[in-house]
């Protein structure tokens, strides 16, 4: 095999990482004096007259070509080492990086499935506490005794208040409650609050609408569906009838 045409120039360089850096990239003198010659070869051609200048043209052309040719082969050739470093220095982290991540999900999955249950123990727990508030509500509305029905009342507001700040909490970890999102009534969420959903056009749909349409003799113009512009395309497809 050939040497390279290309030619590293690597120094040292204590800051640098691995200790060293690529400090020049130049031509050998054999590639510096292929490119030279190729270009003076094709500089003098400006315009083809001729069957002769037609084939200077040609060989000029060709002899550049060859010149990228053989840099292209030596560009990869003197880059292929650090390449298959990379690929090594990539794939022993990726094999790293599945074993923590496959952990540490494990990790989390756990500490999921346990916040799932006190979540669910909370939630049984509000709903007693919200049960017991409203039979106290109501205990307090029949109650005569105005100091009897106080009371109730106030029974009442420490359990909703104790339902309504039950949150579970775990030293280290910040833990958000997940909800999922149905749209049950979509012009009102529109006439609310718009940037909540996103409406997008169903193309082929529309297109058959406007074929449907076209075909029963409906001249198509930009208001012809209502709530959609219709925009004419720059390009037209032309069939044979």
Not at 45 to 66: G, M, P
Not at 216 to 238: C, H, M, Q
Request: charged share 30%; hydrophobic share 40%; with cysteine.
């Amino acid at each position: 095999m050939s040497a390279p045409d290309y030619t590293l120039v690597i120094k040292a360089n204590k800051e640098a990482p691995g200790g060293f850096i690529l400090h020049q990239l130049r031509l050998s003198d054999e590639a510096a004096i292929a490119v030279d010659v190729a270009l003076d070869g094709s500089r003098d051609l400006e315009t083809i007259e001729t069957d002769d200048d037609l084939t200077k043209f040609q060989v000029a052309e060709t002899d550049i070509e060859d010149v990228l040719g053989r840099l292209e082969r030596s560009r990869k050739e003197i880059k292929e080492p650090f390449l298959n470093a990379c690929r090594l220095i990539d794939g022993r982290v990726a094999e790293l990086r599945t074993v923590l991540e496959a952990e540490s999900a494990r990790l989390k999955a756990e500490m999921s499935r346990i916040y799932g249950e006190r979540r669910r123990k909370e939630l049984e727990q509000k709903r007693e506490m919200e049960d017991l508030a409203g039979k106290a509500r109501l205990a307090a509305l029949r109650e005569i005794d105005e100091e009897s029905a106080e009371k109730m009342n106030q029974l009442a507001g420490r359990a909703l208040a104790a339902a309504a700040t039950s949150v579970t909490s775990i030293p280290g970890l910040s833990i958000r409650i997940g909800w999922d999102a149905k749209v049950v009534d979509a012009v009102k969420v529109v006439n609310t609050n718009p940037h909540l959903v996103e409406v997008t056009p169903r193309k082929s749909a529309i297109q058959n609408m406007i074929k449907s349409l076209q075909d029963s003799g409906t001249v198509i113009d930009e208001n012809t569906i209502p709530g959609i512009k219709l925009i004419p395309r720059n390009a037209v497809s032309v069939r044979r009838t």
